[in-house]
């Protein structure tokens, strides 16, 4: 179930500096959306105000119609809202199976923290090794994330936001540091594994992935909306070029 | 003035700079541009010895400096301006700037004797001595760092993404206070995202991408469009 | 077995509760100095239960592990939203409290013609229901070791299910933990709770093994070296704390030799050991890697 | 009531001086290192003890059994620092904490094994009569402990704002990546760090120990005890709070060793420190605990 999402006005400073100005992005269910914009310009900020990181001093953020201000972020997440990291947020001393069940622990109820009976021990087990399986993972499943190349380490994050089967999700730079080849590789995977079903927001600097994934990019450029719209045409606007690519109009 | 040859280094197994080698030439501004995760600001701190590359050679004026301690290598006049703003927020202004004299302490005077022209050079600055830096504006931050590096007299100052989280009027403001530290004959060495407006400035740069160098020479050389392409969208296009 | 190495292996026994009540806290990312206090609540309460309420033995040390599990829990609802340094002094805090407030305890009872329970600073005389049983020393060692099991058992069937992978996650990364949607409070309290009752059941049987305590005997030392068990011993097994227990117990009965140096040595030995394994000697790569061993 | 209530904060304050001394002994080696070092106290409690063994020789006078004083604590610190601190990775927190309280162990069976009575005696300054000011009495030893202390911690400060060390000191405390890059020495200043707050805690250990006129190797735990509590009550990482959360401890404990005894002022002392803690986490300096929350989030 793909989950609708309204941002309205959002705004949120962090020490005097203005991360985000009024900001509005509607999303209905099961868009993606392509956010970009120069390093600093709030795309991180706005998904830590998503997951409830942060408190936004001003404005609203609906999913579905339910207000998340105020949430804490382990309710959002039991909302159904999942993400990666631009830095890798990887539990670096639990192997890197654990790493995805991490997702599978929320909303348990009491009894399952001393006792899984064998058969949904067997279940979960299954159904992870698959998810590991999709993204070459299963072979180092016993392994700390300290000993995955970075292009796994990602893989892992996106694997264990799928453990957790969210609504929307919120993809940080899902390429940063890979070369066209695994861009590539990363881009299907998402495509054919996270997308379907799911409303999503990507922040990637690799047009090679916005385009292939996103019809419809927003940009941030200091924490202000500068534009939305279908991909080809905010590409094409010279403000865009301009704000990402440097002063010079091309 | 700072040859760098194959340098490695790596976080845990993943290998950030897979031999990385380049030239600083003295005198003038030297850019690395290239995609994030490309390995740019891990070039920055192996140099300035907070990462340790595990081989490779950097060379100062022929002198070996990889493998020495970050402290030595600031003492040798290689200053780094890290990204994001790294200053002292609960020290004044003013102590921050003597904090970047420190590599100077043997000489007379402590190295302060340069106090009174940085606060010249940036009178925003001087306004603010006695203020605590984490009451600055992003700006105002930058200008302290890169004040802060000037107070150790730098054989070359490496520049770690100047403009990051600034709005454009204060990137332009920066990028004059680059531009007017190359014309006084400055070794610059500037990572930087912002492709045109490096090169607009540089002398010399260098493309980074994937931990190795893929390119290498002169802005005007080359389509500067077709670079930015490549570095930043991602776009295969033969070199 | 001789007289003396029952006392020993005994000894080991009973600072395993403490050492794997502070190493539960540890997983779960919290400084704890102050387990010493459950241990003492739950040898006293037991105490009181068996020797003033002449209840029976079993009773007894359950009222002792309830009533720390519960207060380790009440503790822990306003404590748990402390950042690190802030908790360890709370804790430690509370432990004092605990520790000065059975100095001025008194609750005597006249019992078969003895007045009988704890006097403040005087402690807390025969506490005799073993002696009364006529349990050995070797026949209460087993049961010391059934306690440990069935502890050890419990944090198995935690790392079965989920509770272990809750607790390590929450520790690791309290912020990650929240994204995940679980509810970072609450398993933190559900921790304390479980650190009180495992220290209160050791204090419980320790009560019963000495039949005299007093509340000088649970001050803060004790409470640092059951943290410093689960360190040395490391953090990646519930057998972590055991072996720090076996090697500080266990080694300084041995090096007697080594007489009044002993702390010395093991001082230094210690020290030695976090030099070169910051996690303990069963950290968590090595204990994945035994396990992929016996797997094998 | 009232007169008692003013006798018990002059004692207060004075006790709380050393207190407070204790305390920024902690709070300088935390905020440089940012990690906990335990063995504190006992450092200090070996150089006591090199000034009580100084008296007992050779029944020295007050300035060298100060001097051996300083000269056992600041050795017995840079042992611990070199062992528990210097050798361990910086992300070890950790460890470094239990690895100093292995070495507290080492030191106080090291004290036990040279000195294996319980007490020992330890020069006073009780030779000056009491001063009477009014209705109250000033214990000239309090005055002396008092005015100590604060001339030690104006010295400091001139320290931490004028020299280069202290500058130095206090980059390392604000942002160690910033220190480093500027050219800090950042393994020889946390170093240096290290004894001056050993110097700081011998000072403390000695008017402590010269009020008592007697000593026992338990003063290691004590001085743990009291510098930790009174960091925390003030607000971790901060000089000022230290202190004031040292004055806080002595005049509570003054008060409520006169009223209660020493079995209440225990639990009333421990009781307000736990309540401070869950009600004020950010001490009486109020200065709030930002920086793990920022720490965290900048991961993000």
Redesign the interface.
């Given at each position: 179930m793909a989950a609708a999402v309204e941002i309205q006005g959002l705004s949120c400073r962090f020490g005097g500096v203005k991360a985000l100005d009024a900001v509005d992005i509607r999303l209905s269910p099961g868009e993606v959306l392509g956010l970009i914009g120069p390093n600093g310009s709030g795309k991180t900020s706005l998904f830590n105000l998503l997951t409830g990181h942060h408190n936004p001093e001003a404005g609203a953020i609906l999913l579905d119609g339910l207000d998340l201000a105020g949430q804490s972020p382990s309710q959002i997440a039991r909302f159904g809202i999942a993400r990666t990291f631009q830095n890798l947020r990887l539990l670096r001393r639990l192997s890197v199976y654990e790493n995805v069940r991490a997702a599978r622990h929320a909303c348990a109820p009491l009894r399952d923290a001393f006792w899984l009976s064998p058969a949904a021990r067997r279940q979960e087990r299954d159904s992870l090794m698959n998810l590991l399986d999709i993204f070459g993972l299963s072979e180092k499943a016993q392994k700390t994330p300290a000993e995955l190349t970075l292009v796994q380490m990602r893989h892992l994050e996106i694997a264990r936001l799928l453990a957790a089967d969210p609504k929307l999700v919120l993809l940080d730079e899902p390429a940063a540091g890979m070369t066209s080849a695994e861009t590539q590789a990363i881009t299907e995977v998402i495509a054919t594994h996270v997308l379907p079903g799911r409303s999503a927001i990507v922040i990637e600097h690799k047009m090679q992935l916005v385009a292939a994934l996103c019809p419809r990019i927003a940009v941030l450029n200091a924490g202000r909306k500068i534009a939305d719209g279908p991909t080809g045409q905010v590409l094409a606007d010279s403000a865009v070029r301009q704000s990402y690519f440097g002063a010079k109009p091309c | 003035m700072l040859e760098i040859r194959d340098i490695r280094t790596s976080y845990?197994?993943?290998a950030a700079l897979k031999g990385v080698s380049l030239d600083i030439a003295d005198g003038g501004l030297t850019c690395l541009l290239g995609?994030?995760?490309?390995?740019k600001t891990t070039l920055i701190w192996t140099i300035?010895g907070?990462l340790k590359a595990h081989s490779g050679s950097m060379k100062l004026d022929g002198e070996e400096i990889s493998g020495m301690?970050?402290?030595s290598i600031?003492?040798k006049g290689v200053?780094?301006v890290?990204e994001n703003r790294?200053?002292?927020?609960?020290?004044t202004v003013k102590?921050n700037l003597?904090?970047?004299a420190?590599?100077r302490?043997k000489e007379k005077g402590?190295g302060l004797d340069d106090l009174e022209e940085v606060l010249e050079r940036f009178p925003r600055l001087r306004e603010r001595a006695n203020q605590e830096a984490?009451?600055l504006?992003?700006g105002e931050q930058q200008m302290l760092a890169v004040g802060?590096a000037l107070m150790?007299r730098p054989k070359i100052l490496l520049m770690d993404?100047p403009?990051?989280?600034?709005?454009?009027i204060i990137v332009?403001e920066i990028f004059e206070i680059i531009g007017r530290l190359r014309d006084e004959g400055r070794t610059i060495f500037l990572v930087e995202?912002?492709?045109?407006?490096?090169?607009?400035y540089a002398d010399h740069f260098y493309l980074l991408?994937?931990g190795h160098v893929t390119f290498g020479g002169r802005p005007g050389e080359v389509d500067?469009?077709e670079l930015?392409q490549r570095a930043?969208?991602?776009?295969?296009k033969a070199s | 077995m001789d007289a003396f190495t029952i006392s020993v292996l005994s000894n080991i026994g009973l600072f395993s509760f403490l050492a794997i009540s502070a190493w539960v806290l540890l997983i779960c990312g919290e400084i704890s100095f102050g387990q010493q206090a459950y241990f003492a609540i739950g040898a006293y309460a037991g105490g009181i239960a068996t020797a003033v309420w002449q209840w029976p033995f079993a009773l007894g040390v359950g009222f002792g592990v309830v009533l720390g599990a519960v207060i380790g829990g009440l503790v822990a609802w306003p404590t748990t939203r402390l950042s690190g340094m802030h908790y360890a002094i709370a804790t430690l805090a509370f432990a004092e409290f605990v520790r000065s407030c059975l100095n001025v305890f008194s609750y005597q009872r006249e019992v078969d013609g003895y007045l009988t329970g704890p006097d403040g600073a005087n402690g807390f005389r025969d506490i005799r229901w073993a002696y009364e049983a006529g349990v050995e020393p070797l026949g209460y060692l087993g049961i010391i070791a059934a306690g440990l099991a069935a502890v050890i058992g419990l944090i198995a069937c935690m790392a079965r299910g989920r509770g272990m992978a809750q607790l390590r996650i929450v520790g690791e990364d309290p912020i990650l933990a929240g994204m995940q949607g679980l509810n970072v409070n609450r398993i933190r309290i559900a921790a304390a709770t479980l650190a009180g009752g495992i220290a209160a059941l050791g204090g419980a049987l320790y009560a019963h093994l000495a039949t005299y305590v007093e509340p000088a005997q649970f001050g803060v030392m004790i409470g640092v070296h059951s943290l410093a068990y689960g360190l040395i011993g490391g953090l990646g097994t519930v057998f972590g704390p055991i072996l720090g227990v076996l090697v500080d117990i266990g080694l300084l009965e041995s090096l007697r030799v080594f007489s009044s140096y002993r702390m010395i040595v093991f001082g230094g030995l210690v020290a030695l050991v976090l030099i070169l394994r910051p996690r303990g000697i069963l950290d968590e790569k090595t204990v994945r890697r035994i396990q992929a061993w016996l797997r094998r | 009531m009232l007169l008692d209530i003013v006798q018990n904060t002059l004692d207060g304050l004075a006790i709380g001086s050393a207190y407070g001394l204790l305390a920024i002994g902690f709070t300088l080696i935390f905020g440089v290192m940012r990690r906990l070092n335990i063995a504190f106290g006992p450092s200090i409690m070996v150089g006591i003890f090199a000034g009580a063994w100084l008296h007992s020789q050779w029944s020295a006078g007050m300035i060298p059994v100060f001097l051996a004083t300083l000269a056992g604590a600041v050795l017995a610190s840079a042992y611990v620092e070199r062992i528990s601190f210097a050798a361990i990775r910086g992300d070890a927190a950790l460890a470094s904490m239990a690895s100093s309280f292995a070495i507290w162990m080492q030191l106080e069976e090291a004290v036990v094994h040279v000195f294996p009575g319980r007490t020992y005696a330890f020069p006073t300054l009780q030779t000056i009569p009491m001063l009477e000011i009014g209705p109250v009495f000033l214990r000239p030893e309090y005055l002396a402990m008092f005015l100590t202390a604060a001339a030690l911690i104006l010295l400091l400060q001139w320290i931490l704002t004028r020299t280069r060390f202290g500058l130095e000191v206090r980059t390392l405390a604000d942002n160690p990546e910033a220190a480093r890059v500027s050219g800090v020495n950042v393994a020889q200043v946390a170093f240096l760090t290290f004894l001056l707050a050993a110097v700081i805690g011998g000072v403390a250990g000695f008017l402590i120990a010269a009020t008592d006129g007697q000593i026992t190797p338990k003063i290691g735990l004590w001085a743990t005890m009291k510098g930790l509590i009174a960091m925390v009550i003030g607000g971790l990482g901060s000089l000022r709070g230290a202190l004031i959360g040292g004055l806080v401890l002595g005049v509570v404990e003054a008060q409520a060793q006169w009223f209660l005894g020493a079995a209440g002022r225990e639990i009333v002392t421990y009781t307000l420190l736990f309540l401070a803690l869950v009600m004020l986490p950010s001490g009486l300096a109020g200065r709030a605990d930002a920086g793990a929350r920022t720490e965290a989030l900048r991961r993000l």
């Open positions: - | 845990g197994k993943i995609p994030n995760g490309a390995g300035a907070i301690r970050p402290h600031v003492s200053v780094t890290p790294l200053v002292f927020p609960e020290m102590d003597i904090a970047g420190f590599s302490r402590g984490g009451t504006s992003g802060r150790a993404e403009s990051t989280g600034l709005a454009p332009e995202q912002n492709a045109h407006l490096a090169l607009d991408e994937q500067h469009d930015i930043y969208l991602g776009a295969r | - | -």
